[in-house]
Nanobody
Framework: QLQLVESGGGLVQPGGSLRLSCAAPGFALDHYAIGWFRQAPGKEREGVSCISSSGTTNYADSVKGRFTISRDNAKSTVYLQMSSLAPEDTAVYYC?????????????WGQGTQVTVSS
């Protein structure tokens, strides 16, 4: 079963940057779209960004211009570079494989990685 592992979260001050990683040990991600999601306390999980198998990207309006998604198929890893972080970006971040960016996530959710933006 495809299981993705998120890492790279942490505590960062407002205006800071973090790079999250989404890895798939033992699986090739070449043919999958990969989406990043986040869930803040008391809120529903929301989509943040997605990258298709061909490299086409999309972003939620709330992160456009601040977040960049990329993929390294040789490493079976997808990254989310986050900059100009704000307290409202605080959430647990998850990644998920999809057939297409418009498709629902495949498989179960991982543990996610906590991002806390605070001074």
């Amino acid at each position: 079963q495809l299981q993705l592992v998120e890492s790279g979260g942490g505590l960062v001050q407002p205006g800071g940057s973090l790079r999250l990683s989404c890895a798939a040990p033992g699986f090739a991600l070449d043919h999958y779209a990969i989406g990043w999601f986040r869930q803040a306390p008391g809120k529903e999980r929301e989509g943040v960004s997605c990258i298709s198998s061909s490299g086409t990207t999309n972003y939620a309006d709330s992160v456009k211009g601040r977040f960049t998604i990329s993929r390294d198929n040789a490493k079976s890893t997808v990254y989310l570079q986050m900059s100009s972080l704000a307290p409202e970006d605080t959430a647990v971040y998850y990644c998920a494989a999809k057939r297409l960016c418009v498709s629902p996530p495949i498989g179960s959710w991982g543990q996610g990685t906590q991002v806390t933006v605070s001074s």
